[in-house]
């Protein structure tokens, strides 16, 4: 009664009427950040946390540590996590390499270790989200358009976004993301490529808040500007 009066009030003078139901803030996720450190997970981190996030920094180095080529250490880093919202991987290893000069380890460490690990981030993660929570994987645009010398990372990144497709059909109390990033600007600098057209880290960073906050699943995020066709 009250309130309707004071609702009618506020709408008499022009004003909102921002009673009612409390205020809502968008509530602080927890997130576990695999690869950290890196180039996207630095950015990534900064992102999540200046919107008000609590990043867990994992990485190889990290206290727990998580190596995406040790499956004991994934179970064993998850498990010490506690119940959170998000588990995030911007980690794993791949090779590049022409076909004809492939090594059986160049083939397998893409395999064993980006595409493995992060599958196994999506069998055993689950158990330590909260209802809703999402498991954010990484591929690479490379996925899509391939160029020589590419084909072990280019079939790795691929079956990351097919796998997480079919398993967001199998997990309903969770969502499965993938983010596709293109080649990033630091890493183009890093490579004397600065010609390319390529993303600030930063604005990958985006991209991953975007698929953390979703209400999709089994979807692959690409950065605007640089999807397959560029126009994503
Ligand atoms: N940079 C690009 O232009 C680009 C483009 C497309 C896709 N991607 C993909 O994005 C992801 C991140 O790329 P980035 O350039 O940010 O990588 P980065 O700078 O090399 O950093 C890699 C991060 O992953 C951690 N890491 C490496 N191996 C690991 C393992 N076995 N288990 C757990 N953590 C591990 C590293 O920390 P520790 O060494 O301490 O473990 C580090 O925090 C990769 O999957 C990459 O393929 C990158």
Same mark, same amino acid.
Request: glycine share 18%; aromatic share 0%.
């Given at each position: 009664m009250v309130e309707s009066k004071i609702r009618a009030l506020v709408m008499m003078i022009g004003g909102p009427y921002i009673g009612g139901a409390p205020k809502t803030e968008r509530n602080m996720k927890q997130i576990a950040l695999i690869g950290a450190t890196g180039t996207i997970g630095r950015a990534l981190a900064a992102h999540l946390e200046a919107r008000g996030d609590e990043v867990i920094r994992l990485s190889? /180095? &990290? &206290?727990?540590s998580i190596d995406l080529e040790d499956a004991p250490s994934v179970r064993a880093g998850l498990a010490a996590l /506690?119940?959170?919202d998000a588990v995030v991987c911007v980690a794993g290893r791949a090779s590049f390499g022409a076909v004809p000069d492939l090594s059986d380890e160049a083939l397998e460490l893409g395999i064993r270790s980006k595409l493995r690990g992060q599958i196994d981030l999506v069998r055993w993660a689950p158990e330590h989200l909260r209802p809703g929570g999402a498991i954010v994987l990484t591929s690479g645009m490379l996925a899509h358009r391939p160029g020589p010398g590419t084909a072990p990372v280019s079939m790795v990144n691929a079956a990351i976004e097919a796998f997480a497709r079919a398993a967001a059909l199998d997990l309903s109390a969770h969502r499965v993301e993938v983010v596709c990033p293109p080649l990033i600007q630091e890493t183009a600098l890093a490579m004397g490529r600065s010609e390319i057209p390529a993303p600030p880290a930063a604005d990958v960073a985006q991209t991953y808040a975007r698929a953390i906050d979703g209400? $999709? $699943?089994g979807t692959t995020y690409f950065v605007p500007g640089f999807g397959p066709g560029r126009d994503a």
């Open positions: 190889r /180095g &990290s &206290s727990p /506690g119940r959170i209400h $999709t $699943t």
